[in-house]
């Protein structure tokens, strides 16, 4: 259990930079997305091909797994449009919604009794994010977003957990970044319909930036959050990723200068998303202290 959870706090160390990463880069959020499926589908398979690793799976495993790349997809969208419609520290804020609804939708998944703690916990992150959008108007599409993208998170979480324990960690990450990039590609028609004067090719500070995101950022942390998951509950692993916020706010803080953007309002809201997870975190120790 303890290896998991090192496993787990190096994968939240890496996600606190995609936000930077999604600041960096100046395409939109749906071909950034794309481009990110693409490039780290291809490195993984030319990885596992160089140490004759590539797994396969049937056909209808393979679409099982690839249907969890298509959530994937849906919540980097709503992401990293939250982003360049707010700014990073809304974006990642937003994402500690992610534990509120896991709460809601874990026992709908695994048919066990909704946890009246859970939600409780939860709700002191939902206070917090209410707050900001209450009282900082200029960011509700930003915030909008965010709160999407959380619901995806959660969803994708309680799905690759179930989905994991019948497949390797590689066999995982390839079939559902090949998944996604080909959802994002069979969706685009619609995407550019939607938005037909947005940019689609990237120069080369972002070709840079989409490397690093899709090795480091993507490759490493979820293969590190596929073996977490084996041993923790998806519950707690969310819980666990409302710490991202802290590592992308300062980050974003020091790189753009982002503290002169927000207001008291949200400086009181992260507080909250902050006891939230001191709260869990708390009786996660009482737990496992009483379990020995």
Known sequence: MGNAFVKLHLSILLAGFTGIFGKLIELPEGPLVWYRMLMASAL???YLAVFGKVP???V???LRIGGVGVL?????IFFYGSIKYANVSIAVVCFAMTGFFTALLEPLFSRRRLSIREVLFSLVTVAGIALIFHFDSRYRAGILLGIVSAAFAALLTITMRRVGKEHASNTMLLYQMSGGFVFLTLAAPIYLWLFPDIRLTPDFPDLAYLFLLSSLCTIGMFLLQI???RSISAFTVNLSYNLEPIYSILLAMALFGEASEVNPAFFAGLALICISVALQSAYAAR?????R
């Open 56 to 58: 396969k799976v049937s």
């Open 287 to 291: 737990q496992m202290g009483g379990g």
């Open 44 to 46: 993984f398979f030319v």
């Open 72 to 76: 994937i997809a849906l919540h980097w």
């Open 227 to 229: 073996e977490a998951l």
């Open 60 to 62: 209808r495993q393979g």
